[in-house]
């Protein structure tokens, strides 16, 4: 089985100039939620926006429920403004602001404004959506994640099979095997709903005769809908591995 990741640190909200959104840490109620936040997502190319700069406040606004009020999170430059700004998308520094998640939140929804001096506020909110980040590890468990291989057989079957909370509407798998070179793109496939909830009373989702090589390891993210919005669980960036059960133990 392929558990989830848990990192033993508070829980980090990160948006990168490549309009990438992820999550990370300890991503639960209750706890210290940071925000990094790369302001060449919503600063014009043309403007002479300077890292950090008070006059021109960069400002995170969350929510926590449907119709609850908005909290304004300032983001500002904790370390001071670079020297130098790199355009790496990852190793670019970013502006960070702090909020705690309330211990009944429902989940996280963000959106940020840029106030530029002429009055003009621009926004960056996913078209209008907002951006919005489940807590994953309370809604959805990896119950199954073998490479099956009868004997004979030329190829082994992937069996995937996750448990999630009752509202998810859709759960998509994307899928790797690990060869040399890597395939340059996932393989993505529904995972079919079962007729038959848990004993805590989840949906549970699995693949259905989805064939790879037996002696490799897949490694797998999951995208489930909720609410209409897509969320993905990639396990912290690590990725889920499925893997002869047999050879579990070598693998991990």
Do not use: C
Not at 34 to 42: E, F, L, M, Q, V
Not at 73 to 96: E, F, H, N
């Amino acid at each position: 089985m392929s558990q989830h990741r848990d990192h033993d640190s508070e829980p980090q909200l990160v948006f990168t100039r490549n309009f990438h959104e992820s999550g990370s840490g300890w991503f639960l109620p209750g706890h210290l939620l940071t925000i990094s936040y790369d302001p060449a997502r919503i600063v014009p190319p043309d403007d002479d926006y300077r890292f950090g700069d008070p006059a021109r406040p960069i400002v995170a606004h969350v929510k926590f429920h449907k119709g609850g009020p908005v909290f304004d999170v300032p983001l500002t430059a904790w370390s001071g403004t670079p020297d130098y700004i790199a355009t790496d998308p990852v190793r670019a520094p970013k502006l960070q602001g702090q909020i705690e998640i309330p211990k009944d939140a429902e989940w996280v929804e963000v959106w940020v404004t840029y106030h530029r001096p002429d009055g003009q506020v621009l926004t960056d909110s996913s078209f209008g959506r907002n951006f919005r980040f489940r807590f994953y590890n309370q809604e959805l468990q990896v119950l199954q994640s073998d490479v099956l291989h009868d004997s004979g057989a030329p190829l082994g079957k992937l069996v995937v099979r996750v448990a999630t909370v009752p509202d998810i509407e859709r759960v998509v798998l994307r899928y790797r095997v690990l060869t040399d070179p890597l395939p340059p793109e996932p393989t993505s496939v529904d995972l079919e709903k079962t007729a038959t909830p848990d004993a805590q009373g989840r949906t549970v989702w699995e693949t259905r005769n989805v064939a790879v090589p037996h002696d490799r390891v897949v490694a797998y993210d999951i995208v489930y809908f909720g609410d209409g919005r897509p969320f993905k669980d990639n396990n912290q960036g690590q990725s889920f591995l499925a893997v002869d059960p047999a050879k579990r133990l070598a693998v991990t």
